[in-house]
Structure formats: structure tokens, C-alpha cells
């Protein structure tokens, strides 16, 4: 059981990754799947989706979900 | 309403017209009922901050790309009093005086057009997940931030 991670634009470059598995144990907030792929304290600016929505790095997460990390967007 | 994500390039005018003939004969947008229609057409530039940019590529979140842009049109179609909304945007490499964006609002009067057009464009510039990656002729970096408008 497992959560994939998606990592976008400038922060996949800095992270040197875009996508990612990790087991979902023990993975109870988007900080903890975070803390899972990066060592560093995330950039105030970094934002977080669960499943395509916005959510913040308290949310819960849960096996079978898709958590992304990316900058600002800048899209138009 | 209708999305459209493109990595070819858009001319807006075709687009727009084959759009609202799109919701018309779907039954989405009624003939003789919309008296107004507002339209904003982004394109690119070739400068940002004091630099020369030659190219830039748009990436996206392709999933959350289209929930996100159905949230905006969502919102927009339940605030104002309009009759149908739409969008189409770049993705990939693109070139100055690409069209980047299109945003499309048809109303029964011109307040509601206007208000929600500017809504919706504002909308996705801060919400619609997608990244510019521009090259200039001192290297490649990407966008941090929107401009203010």
C-alpha cells in the first residue's frame, strides 16, 4: 500500500525528483509524505495537493492517494 | 462550459468562434439569449524583468490542471449572472506572440461578462496549476511569480 508523490516545475529540479512511491505506513499528514522525499524544511511558498485539490501539509493523507509538491503556479 | 489544453498553437479568433459554436449546438449556450460576450486573449512577450526571452515552455499538472479550471468556470457560472464560460491554454514550447490563454464569457448583459472574465483569468493565474520555464540568452529560469496584473 502505498502513496505516489508528483513533484512540479522548479522544486522537481531542486529536489532532482518528479515522481515517486513511498509506503504508506506511517505517512499520516502531507508534512510526513514531505519529510519522505526532501530533508529540508519545505520553502514557505510550496504548495500541496491531495488528490488534484489544494490541501495543506497538516492534511490527511492515506494509502491509494496522490500527493503533489510544486512552486507557485504562474500559468496565463 | 469547455476546456481546452493545447500543445499546438491557438489562434485565438478561430478558437473563440468554434467555441461558441461548440455550446450553441451542444444546447450549452442558447442563440438569441446571450447579448454579450467578454474575451481575454494572453499572449507571450519577449521580455520579463529587463530580459530578453526567446522561448519558454508551459508545463502543467495535466489532472489537477482540468479539475482545477472546471472549479474556476464552476465558480464563476454560480457568482454571475452569465450563460456559459470557457478556456483554452497552451502547453510546451512556445514562441513570442504565441496566444498562452483564452478566456470566454457569454452573458445576457455586458457587467456580468466583463466582472467574470476578469474573475475567472485572475482565477487561474493563481490557482491553475501550470509553469513557465523561460529561456534567454543568458540560460533557462524558471517564472517565481505572477506579475501583478
Not at chain 2, 530580459?51 to 474556476?72: C, F, G, R
Not at chain 2, 468556470?73 to 483554452?88: N, Y
Not at chain 2, 457569454?106 to 472574465?117: L, T, V
Given at each position: 500500500m502505498s502513496i505516489k508523490v508528483l513533484i512540479f516545475a522548479s522544486l522537481s529540479e531542486q529536489l532532482g525528483l518528479s515522481e515517486t512511491e513511498l509506503a504508506a505506513d506511517n505517512l499520516h499528514t502531507a508534512q510526513d509524505v514531505w519529510n519522505g522525499i526532501s530533508q529540508q524544511t519545505a520553502d514557505a511558498a510550496v504548495r500541496v495537493a491531495i488528490n488534484q485539490e489544494y490541501a495543506q501539509f497538516s492534511s490527511a493523507v492515506k494509502s491509494g492517494d496522490e500527493v503533489a509538491f510544486f512552486p507557485p503556479v504562474t500559468g496565463g | 462550459m469547455l476546456i481546452d489544453i493545447s500543445d499546438k498553437a491557438i489562434d485565438p479568433w478561430q478558437w473563440l468562434a468554434r467555441a461558441q459554436a461548440q455550446l450553441i449546438s451542444s444546447g450549452a449556450l442558447k442563440q438569441h439569449r446571450f447579448?454579450?460576450?467578454?474575451?481575454?486573449?494572453?499572449?507571450?512577450?519577449?521580455?520579463?524583468?529587463?530580459?530578453?526571452?526567446?522561448?519558454?515552455?508551459?508545463?502543467?499538472?495535466?489532472?489537477?490542471?482540468?479539475?482545477?479550471?472546471?472549479?474556476?468556470?464552476?465558480?464563476?457560472?454560480?457568482?454571475?449572472?452569465?450563460?456559459?464560460?470557457?478556456?483554452?491554454?497552451?502547453?510546451?514550447?512556445?514562441?513570442?506572440?504565441?496566444?498562452?490563454?483564452?478566456?470566454?464569457?457569454?452573458?445576457?448583459?455586458?457587467?456580468?461578462?466583463?466582472?467574470?472574465?476578469?474573475?475567472?483569468?485572475?482565477?487561474?493565474?493563481?490557482?491553475?496549476?501550470?509553469?513557465?520555464?523561460?529561456?534567454?540568452?543568458?540560460?533557462?529560469?524558471?517564472?517565481?511569480?505572477?506579475?501583478?496584473?
Open positions: - | 447579448g454579450a460576450s467578454a474575451n481575454f486573449i494572453g499572449t507571450m512577450r519577449d521580455f520579463n524583468d529587463d530580459q530578453t526571452i526567446q522561448a519558454m515552455e508551459l508545463v502543467h499538472y495535466p489532472s489537477m490542471t482540468k479539475k482545477e479550471l472546471e472549479n474556476i468556470l464552476h465558480e464563476a457560472l454560480t457568482k454571475h449572472a452569465i450563460l456559459q464560460a470557457a478556456i483554452t491554454h497552451r502547453i510546451g514550447k512556445v514562441s513570442p506572440s504565441d496566444t498562452l490563454v483564452v478566456v470566454a464569457v457569454w452573458s445576457a448583459h455586458r457587467n456580468a461578462a466583463f466582472e467574470a472574465c476578469r474573475e475567472i483569468m485572475e482565477a487561474l493565474k493563481h490557482r491553475a496549476p501550470f509553469w513557465k520555464k523561460e529561456h534567454t540568452d543568458k540560460g533557462a529560469r524558471w517564472v517565481a511569480k505572477n506579475t501583478q496584473g
